[in-house]
């Protein structure tokens, strides 16, 4: 089996990993979940982390090929418009990132936003099958954590994104609108029934008890050790642990900014008459409120 090269860029302000997956053979390369970077208090925007990427593929000599969102993420703006800009390289998503549209579009009363997907210029289907130099890389439907996620399987490396956690973290929650546990479990088994030597790489690092972040297993090691999964027999026992833990988490501190962007390819709002963007933020549109 091919093993690509795999560079993790952890962003400490998010959680997030965002990676380059590269063909050693021929330069060719992906960049996954690129982060943009935003800061919730001033209402700042910036490059820092997109530009790291891009600094290290020239650093590299890498050409960049596609960039792969798994999801639209409900924790940080996707770089992945920024990006195309700079590279030109092809953006990718699940195809069923229209059923995320069409939930949020009703969510955020946005008639103009187009839920036909075609803010990326592919949309990934279960099994569909794509490039990286002399690497072939294969999509899972993998949902969940939202109604769209995916996971690549590129050579002997997965991009598992928000569905296992490094094994002392568990699992990823499923209470997001569109998530579900019991679908959340059935993906978890499908990535788990991948060949042992499998690397996974993992969208999130919460650093438990302040350790080091962390972001690569492999299938044996999550399926021998994942604190959440080896308590759970069955479906049933999965579903009931995921959804009592959901209950007592409060929603992201950026998911009504982040999927006003990311359900639009990662574009910014486009600026109004003044020259400024704004996002539109919904009152009670979500459940989760922490008030102690």
């Known amino acids: 089996m091919f093993k690509p090269d795999v560079q993790g860029f952890y962003d400490p302000r998010t959680g997030s990993i965002q990676y380059v997956v590269s063909d050693p053979g021929t330069g060719a390369c992906a960049i996954i979940d690129p982060v ?8 700042a925007t910036a ?11 020239a650093e590299r000599g890498l050409n960049v090929v596609w960039i792969l969102d798994t999801h639209p993420h409900a924790d940080h703006f996707s ?13 990718a998503i699940g195809e069923h990132v229209k059923d995320v549209q069409a939930l949020w579009k009703d969510i955020y009363n946005w008639p103009e ?3 036909d997907g ?3 210029d592919r949309l990934f289907v279960d099994g569909d099958r794509f490039t990286i130099g002399g690497i072939e890389g294969r999509v899972m439907f993998s949902p969940g954590h939202t109604l769209a996620s995916i996971t690549y399987v590129i ?23 569109g998530g579900s546990a019991a679908a959340l479990w059935r993906s978890i088994q499908a990535i788990l029934a991948l060949p042992d030597e499998t690397r996974l790489f993992t969208g999130h690092d919460y650093q438990p008890g302040g350790r080091e972040a962390l972001w690569e297993a492999t299938v044996a090691e999550q399926r021998s050790s994942n604190s959440h999964m080896v308590r759970s027999k069955t479906e049933q026992d999965f579903v009931a642990l995921r959804e009592a833990r959901d209950r007592t988490l409060p929603m992201p501190k950026l998911i009504l900014h982040a999927l006003q962007v990311n359900t639009n390819g990662g574009r ?9 963007r704004y996002l539109k933020f919904p009152l009670n549109a979500l459940p989760g409120a922490a008030w102690t």
């Open 79 to 91: 770089a992945a418009s920024y990006l195309k800009e700079k590279t030109g390289a092809a953006t």
């Open 47 to 57: 490059t820092h982390n997109a530009d790291r990427l891009l600094a290290f593929v």
């Open 118 to 120: 075609s803010q990326w």
């Open 113 to 115: 936003l187009r839920t």
């Open 36 to 43: 943009l970077d935003f800061d919730e208090k001033s209402g």
């Open 155 to 177: 050579g002997d490396a997965a991009f598992i994104h928000d569905t296992l956690f490094m094994p002392d973290s568990g699992t990823a929650r499923a209470d997001f609108p």
């Open 268 to 276: 910014l709002p486009e600026p109004e008459s003044n020259g400024r």
